[in-house]
């Protein structure tokens, strides 16, 4: 991962990283993948698979079944910039993302399937700050009520609770 233009902070690593649970639990195991090559488009990056495992169980497992390769096929037809799948990557190593109106879709279905908590709340966060709260289309409401059904229950519920809350108003 290049992250040569942002200084990461271990503190901001820490607050994107699950701590309820141990990451001891990797150090006896004889088949963790410490290290996990990304594939995204050509392009192929070594990455920590203990940063990717304590974020995500689904990542854990098919990088587990894959021999520490990781692939977003699921993300095929949903994504149509490797640039939007990098960043999701680089985020759960401790980087910022820039969400924009263009690429929310891909990081919330990203967050939700691979159930990247940290990730999930950033985007339903930015939907509610800068759509929901700012006023918002009716085209964009019926948007975001689709996007909806593509996700799972709890980011589902949240996300249609956001907008539910505009009619509210």
């Not at 990283?17 to 410490?34: E, G, Q, V």
């Not at 488009?41 to 995500?56: P, T």
């Not at 990542?59 to 799948?85: H, P, T, W, Y």
């Not at 950033?122 to 759509?131: G, V, Y």
Request: glycine content about 4%; overall charge neutral; aromatic content about 10%.
């Amino acid at each position: 991962l290049n992250f040569q233009n942002e200084r990461l902070h271990f503190s901001d690593v820490l607050n994107k990283i699950s701590l309820d649970k141990d990451f001891t639990r990797f150090i006896n195991d004889p088949t963790f993948h410490y290290k996990v090559t990304v594939c995204i488009g050509e392009e192929r990056i070594l990455c920590s698979g203990v940063l990717l495992a304590q974020q995500s169980s689904v990542l854990k497992q098919k990088f587990r079944e894959d021999c520490g390769v990781l692939i977003f096929e699921d993300m095929i037809g949903v994504c149509n910039s490797d640039a939007v799948l990098h960043e999701c990557v680089r985020f759960m190593h401790g980087a910022s993302i820039s969400i924009t109106p263009t690429n929310i879709e891909v990081i919330l279905k990203f967050g939700s399937w691979y159930k990247v908590k940290a990730l999930t709340e950033t985007a339903l966060n930015w939907i509610h700050d800068q759509h929901l709260c700012n006023g918002v289309s009716v085209i964009n409401v019926l948007h975001y009520i689709k996007l909806s059904n593509c996700l799972h229950s709890e980011e589902c519920t949240k996300l249609k609770q956001n907008v539910f809350f505009i009619f509210r108003k």
